[in-house]
């Protein structure tokens, strides 16, 4: 299937193994079949941002964060970084409308997201309070100790 915004387009001969391969009117994505009128319309739709918000919460978010408590101690790595913003940005860019030009913190503030690197991190400690792994500090700030009442 072609996703295209133009309305005139060459439709594309495809051969693999020397066998022609056959042009699909939707895709199936996620269990969702998408059908080829919404999915060459979807930048036409009025809902497009909150289109692809929620995409980017709902899939590709919870994909790279999976086992985050597991990476979290490499986040630190100017090369991990700059992948998880490699990611970020063109999701940041989309929601916010913004030119290639601007930086990733002014689209990350605008489009009103977390950079990847610190929601791995939240993510990490959440899990690990959930455990109930003890953690003395939550980024620069100390956490409170219960302590018995019976002193």
Request: proline share 3%; aromatic share 6%.
């Amino acid at each position: 299937m072609v996703v295209t915004h133009k309305r005139k387009f060459d439709t594309p001969r495809l051969h693999m193994g020397g066998v022609d391969i056959g042009m699909s009117q939707q895709i199936k994505l996620l269990g969702v079949v998408i059908p080829q009128a919404s999915a060459s319309s979807a930048g036409k739709l009025g809902r497009h941002l909150e289109v692809i918000r929620h995409i980017y919460r709902t899939v590709v978010e919870p994909i790279i964060l999976y086992a985050a408590s597991v990476w979290v101690p490499t986040v630190h790595i100017l090369g991990i970084r700059k992948r998880l913003n490699v990611v970020l940005r063109g999701f940041a860019q989309k929601l916010y409308m913004a030119y290639r030009t601007v930086s990733l913190n002014s689209t990350l503030l605008l489009a009103g997201m977390l950079p990847l690197d610190l929601r791995a991190c939240e993510v990490a400690a959440l899990y690990g309070a959930r455990r109930g792994v003890s953690q003395r500090e939550m980024g620069d700030r100390g956490i409170e100790r219960m302590t018995s009442a019976l002193l």
